[in-house]
């Protein structure tokens, strides 16, 4: 369906034009423009809702609208800001986002006006196609409920976008005549909370939508109740979240009619190969090779890479010493320590050189560490075990880690990234922009919050979500480095024997580990580094819970371990009030290694949405207000 996105920009774009117009001589036809009736038939609204559907990943480069300033998954609002990642690269690369990290940001930071043009846009085009529709008459009632459902859940979706980075905000419906392009916000007062107005749109969209859809990226009744379940989350209604999102964890399907469920391998969710599966409730669709460039592909997620060796770009999304500490586990029963998880912190390379050796963390960790962090030694998908130094674009800046979830294997090169493009790290990986552990934690604090909710069916859910990370089948594992192995084989001897150079690495078989030749002649054992396969352990709660706090500290925590680097973290502080408590503490912690941030701090009141980009309120003449301390 994506792969015609592209093509309908300059209709949405002449339509919204012709919408805007006022009395006199912009009544005559614009020249180049579309009228509205050439659309106003079933085809023509079919094409603006594709169109519609093109600005979820927040990115058209046909018109300039967005990038990585507005990617979908958020990763510099949701997950830098919220402290499971650093900017990354060098200071020099992309300063912008270092003001948003360090919760310094200024109005004229054009990263939030580029957030906000592509947000707005989105909304636009869903409204757009319910005005064409208006005027439709070959469509059938069955199909205008379709598309009428498919374009408010668009224009909610991109409305929740506005309200989860800057709190009040104008919304914009399909009656509204008094915006100019192309800032369609302009002469609408941001007052009030659009929460409800959002929810309102969810619940026309779950009312009328099918089930099952012609295409697997659409939006169907079941990816409806999920964001109306979403939104009933951030208002604190969680006895209609429960009842909702209960819906949808027994009876929810995706567009295909796939029910629901969690993939048996968490990895699986990351994969180009493996996409649109039972766990995707509602993903932004990407595709490469296909004639359009970055357009169809994952654009906002280009510069999250590794750096250096087989890397093009770029280096950005460095995860944080205080996520991995986070998942350390207990060694006896294998559960998290959510309280002190930065004591005895988990060893790292830093400072480090590549060919320097080094012995990594053998204490318990959960397996999703490794499947969410690139760290020194270990299997980094089929690429090898990361290198650490050799692979970060600066360590001492940024830290010595390296993202994993948007990060493509060594094998899909080519195929599933872009070939045509100036990097090759755009690709063809979906953003789960709801998935089906995100219903299942959703459930778990539902029980845990609403009035009478069960404390240990909120367990359940919870170990619901470990018992999938527990399954051993899906752990990294010594097979993986493999595939570019300079050589498989069976002894010391055979090792010994291979022409390699440093850098080069060999899986042996008899030890299941990997050998790195860190420097020197390959035939010399002191000149090789022997990687293990990290200690993994991962338990299910046992033991009954009866303390609600309790109970909501763990169910929080496992949010940030399930949902690691996937942009959901700030947005979690800031509607369950944490946000000051722990954003303080991690930036205390984070400091100690990265003198760049001693500036940095929280402030209630105001850091809980970012500011309203100050040429938006330049162009509303007053009429949009700034959030407070801006």
Known sequence: MKKQFSKLIIVS???????SCGKSFLDQKPYGSLDPAVLANQKGVESLLIGAYSLLDGYQNSNGIGGWESAADNWVYGSVVGGDAHKGSDASDQPDIIPIELHQPSATNNYFNVKWKAVYEGITRANIVLKVLAQATDVSDDDKKRISGEARFLRAHYHFEARKMWGKVPFIDETMTDYVVPNPNVNVPNTEDILPKIEADLQYAYDNLPEIQANVGRANKWAAAAMLGKCYMFEKKYTE??????????NGKNPLGTKYGLLSNF???????????SESVF?????????SGAANANYGDVLNMSYGGPWDCCGFFVPSQDLVNSFKTDPTTGLPDVDTYNTNPVKSDQGLKSDQPFTPYTGTVDPRLDWTVGRRGVPYLDWGPHPGFAWMRDQQYSGPYSPVKDVYYKRQKGSLTDASFWSSTVTAINYNIIRFADVILWLAECEVEAPGGDLEKARAYVNEIRGRAANTASWVNNDQNKYS?????ASEAAMLAVD????????RTDTNTTFVLLTGDASDISNWQEYTI???KIGLYTDPWTDQAVARKAVHFERKLELAMEGHRFFDLVRWGEAATTLNNYLQYEKTLRSWMSSASFTTGKDEYFPIPQRQIDLSNGTLQQNPGY
């Open 267 to 277: 990895q699986d969710n990351f994969n180009a190969e493996t996409k649109n599966l």
């Open 13 to 19: 774009g002449a339509l919204v034009l012709l919408f």
């Open 241 to 250: 979240a429960k009842a909702i999102l209960e819906q949808v964890y027994l």
């Open 534 to 536: 990290p200690n993994y």
């Open 500 to 507: 390699a150079k440093p850098g080069d690495y060999v899986v």
């Open 283 to 291: 993903a932004v669709q990407s595709s490469v090779n296909d004639g």
């Open 485 to 489: 192995a300079k050589a498989v084989v």
